[in-house]
């Protein structure tokens, strides 16, 4: 076992899994903050890997890539605000259409721009390729893990610290956890708590658009219908158990990210595929489970 | 009952227009994009929704409906007390996957084995649902996301079963081998309907009775409009809950027994999951504010807009996806005026 969790091309893998969940978890955790109940993560995550890869194909570049998935999952931040901000409709309900919104969507568009159904595959995808920074790949044990990943997995870490500080310090993260937390002395303080959401919601919409290019042109080079694959769900599950803290959703997701690279791992030792695929999500009940069940027992 | 229907129609006059006219723009923005000839599309749309030869499309409609309407009633028993059950896939599968395989090993009279399998499926959902429930009673997982979860695990396990053990090889597909011909619903006489449709309309019959006539029924409403108002009154809320869980599962178990029985004949992989029978089920409930009479109406609208769009693509090119596309629109901008505070838990238990 520990030969398996100290296996260079194990470790490796690691940040394929994590830093999607990461990112996407990140933005969640703004919305939990901002008293914003949005379980439409998955739905934004895939309208970022869409934009992705239209943006990363036409421009040739995986920064613009970046750059359209943001901006396309910011905007489904601001059409969840519209609808369940301004127009009062439940974000539940709001949350489910967008999801549906998004399935729709990008195979509507798949097949518009890019004429395929179901996927999406060209060479002229242009996608991320491994940062190597030196000194980094001579890290003992961590070293294939931090050295030769996306620049998104970078930017994940450094926007998990950066989160920290914008919630302890900033004024906007200040006045996020307001909204969430005592919305009507935000309101006496000449602040309206849903701007400051409408704010988070932007926020989140971006952080699960990269989220969903680190899935289709990091890990992959290509766009496949449904890719997000319940990974918003389990950033949710993250959000949930953390109350959205930036450090223990860092060590969750990272708990999460070495469960699904080491099913991925097993996949080659002959177990079905279909057992390997369900592993993901039976780690996460698992963890979810033990917890729920901890914090029940600490309370009573 | 009809102060909530009216309040659902009513409203302002001006403001139903220019929601319509949303999405009307919105849908002919996305068929500009390709060019698409309106007229066509139109004429399209209407015929794969009611038309075709001898009525073949509006049976198809009429079909869908059915497995719509049907998840759409279970989760409105959950919804309607106040649980936020997403997981109706996963009973949906579990029924389906349940259903078939006992109906292929069992031995016996088609009759008995047709009973017997079905009773089975709804076993199944009942479980699956009962899972989610017992995570949220006794560990406190939140039922939304633990039952969403619980959607994963039995997709694989369907598809691990149909692709391995229980596959039927000859056919070159990821599927099971066909349950016994006897077993299978018969169609109405001269067209391509299955009579499971008849089973929907008695559990819709069923439900709206229970909602409303029996007093299981009101605590349950009750429960959801007050969770603490049950609890202070000494309802048991926990049984309450595990029973509605279980209630709903079975229907969505039977759902997918009918679209074994019905339609497939047997459990494909990915059959249950590909055309979001329990999503669009969900849309539909929230569409109408969870009115259980007005909810076979919405149903049988999604289904049209599903079958409608494969109409349109057959006669306009416009890809059918864009069903999903006007499904959220609509749910966007109708239900956001009409269902809103009905399904938010409580800030208590956020």
Not at chain 1, 115 to 128: E, K, L, W
Not at chain 2, 178 to 204: H, K, N, S
Not at chain 2, 300 to 329: C, D, H, N, S, Y
Request: proline share 5%.
């Amino acid at each position: 076992m520990l030969d398996l969790l100290l296996d260079p091309a194990f470790l490796a893998s690691v940040p394929r899994f994590l830093t999607p969940l990461l990112l996407a978890a990140l933005g969640g955790a703004i919305c939990e903050r901002a008293g914003v109940f949005n379980i439409g993560l998955e739905g934004m995550i895939l309208t970022g890997a869409f934009a992705a890869v239209v943006g990363a194909y036409f421009a040739g570049s995986p920064y613009v890539g970046a750059l359209s998935a943001a901006l396309a999952g910011l905007a489904m931040g601001v059409v969840f605000a519209e609808f369940n901000l301004r127009r009062g409709g439940d974000a539940i309900v709001v949350s489910i259409a967008i999801n549906l919104l998004a399935a729709g969507l990008t195979t509507y568009l798949l097949r518009v721009i890019f004429d395929v159904t179901g996927t999406f595959n060209s060479p002229d995808i242009a996608g991320f390729s491994a940062v190597h920074m030196p000194g980094l790949a001579g890290i003992p044990v961590l070293g294939p893990l931090l050295d030769g990943q996306s620049p998104l997995f970078y930017l994940s870490l450094i926007l998990v610290a950066l989160a920290h500080v914008f919630f302890a310090r900033h004024r906007l993260g200040l006045r996020i956890r307001a909204a969430g937390e005592n919305p009507a002395a935000l309101k006496a303080g000449g602040v309206n708590p849903d701007k400051v959401r409408l704010l988070a919601l932007m926020m989140c919409g971006a952080l699960c658009g990269l989220a969903g290019a680190q899935l289709s042109i990091a890990n992959v080079n290509l766009f496949v219908e449904n890719m997000s694959a319940g990974r918003g769900w389990i950033a949710i599950v993250a959000v949930l158990l953390t109350r959205g803290r930036p450090w223990p959703l860092f060590f969750i997701t990272l708990l999460f990210g070495v469960v699904d690279s080491l099913s991925f791992r097993v996949q080659g030792l002959g177990m079905p595929q279909q057992f390997t695929d369900m592993m993901p999500y039976l780690a996460t009940l698992a963890v979810l489970t033990a917890i729920s069940w901890w914090y029940r027992k600490s309370r009573t | 009952m009809s102060s909530r229907a009216g309040k659902l129609l009513s409203g302002d006059l001006a403001a139903w227009t220019a929601t319509l006219a949303w999405i009307f723009a919105i849908l002919f923005g996305l068929m500009l994009l390709i060019g698409a000839p309106f007229g066509e599309a139109i004429q399209g749309f209407f015929s794969g929704a009611f038309g075709g030869r001898r009525f073949a499309f509006l049976m198809a409609t009429l079909s869908r409906s059915t497995l719509i309407i049907g998840m759409a009633l279970s989760v409105m028993l959950s919804f309607r007390a106040g649980l936020f059950n997403i997981g109706g896939e996963g009973q949906l599968i579990a029924g389906g996957l349940v259903s078939a395989l006992v109906a292929i090993m069992l031995p016996g009279p088609p009759l008995l084995v047709l009973a017997s399998a079905i009773v089975a499926g709804m076993a199944a959902g009942a479980a699956w649902a009962l899972l989610a429930g017992v995570l949220q009673v006794y560990v406190g997982v939140p039922l939304l996301v633990g039952s969403l979860l619980l959607n994963f695990p039995i997709r694989f396990i369907a598809s691990y079963l149909v692709a391995h053990p229980f596959r039927d090889v000859a056919s070159g597909m990821v599927q099971s081998h066909l349950v016994p011909q006897e077993t299978w619903l018969p169609y109405f006489p001269g067209v391509r309907l299955d009579i499971g449709i008849l089973l929907v309309a008695v559990v819709a019959v069923a439900t709206i009775v229970y909602s409303y006539k029996t007093t299981h029924g009101y605590h349950a409403r009750l429960n959801g409009l007050s969770g603490d108002f049950a609890r202070a009154v000494g309802l048991p809320v926990t049984k309450l809950t595990l029973q509605t869980l279980a209630m709903s599962g079975a229907i969505a178990g039977l759902v997918g027994a009918i679209a074994v029985f019905g339609i497939h004949h047997r459990y494909v992989d990915g059959m249950l999951v590909q055309p979001l029978y329990a999503w669009t089920g969900i849309i539909a409930v929230l569409l109408v504010g969870m009115i259980p009479w007005l909810v076979p109406i919405s149903g049988f609208f999604f289904a049209a807009i599903q079958t409608g769009a494969a109409g349109m693509e057959r006669a306009a090119e416009v890809p059918k996806e864009i069903a999903l596309v006007m499904q959220a629109v609509i749910i966007l901008f109708v239900a956001s005026r009409v269902s809103g505070a009905l399904l938010s838990p409580p800030s208590s238990e956020k």
